[in-house]
């Protein structure tokens, strides 16, 4: 079980940090992903992070901006937004064994099929 939490509207240039509780299972587990579909378009993978919190990928469209990190002792992983832009509007969901991180290379699995899903939380960036 995920859930999302955080989203809101912000102001372009702004940040945000949503959280992805989790329950049922550790963050050692599993890969944990977020993911974000914006109006009238696909998902899209944003963020990853490995089971052993050692390894992280990104977006080419949010590599610098945000970051992924986990508090294992909450069971809680993090996706900190900084210097928003309208773009990154969209629902965010988070994911267990939907995503792969690794050294050179990373993958996300769009499906809900795949994976654990939460139910998203909306993130709108808009002056």
């Known amino acids: 079980h995920l859930v999302e939490s955080g989203g809101g509207w912000v102001q372009p240039g702004e940040s945000r940090r949503l959280s992805c509780t989790v329950s049922g299972f550790t963050l050692d587990t599993y890969a944990i992903g977020w993911f974000r579909q914006a109006p009238g378009k696909g998902r899209e993978g944003v963020s990853c992070l490995s089971p052993s919190g050692e390894m992280t990928a990104y977006a080419d469209s949010v590599k610098g901006r945000f970051a992924i990190s986990r508090d294992k002792a909450k069971n809680t992983v993090y996706l900190q937004m900084n210097s928003l832009k309208p773009e990154d509007t969209g629902i965010y969901y988070c994911?267990?064994?939907?995503?792969?991180?690794?050294?050179?290379?990373?993958?996300?699995?769009?499906?809900?099929?795949?994976?654990?899903w939460g139910q998203g939380t909306q993130v709108t960036v808009s002056s």
């Open positions: 994911a267990a064994d939907a995503c792969g991180a690794y050294e050179r290379s990373s993958y996300y699995e769009l499906s809900e099929n795949v994976g654990f």
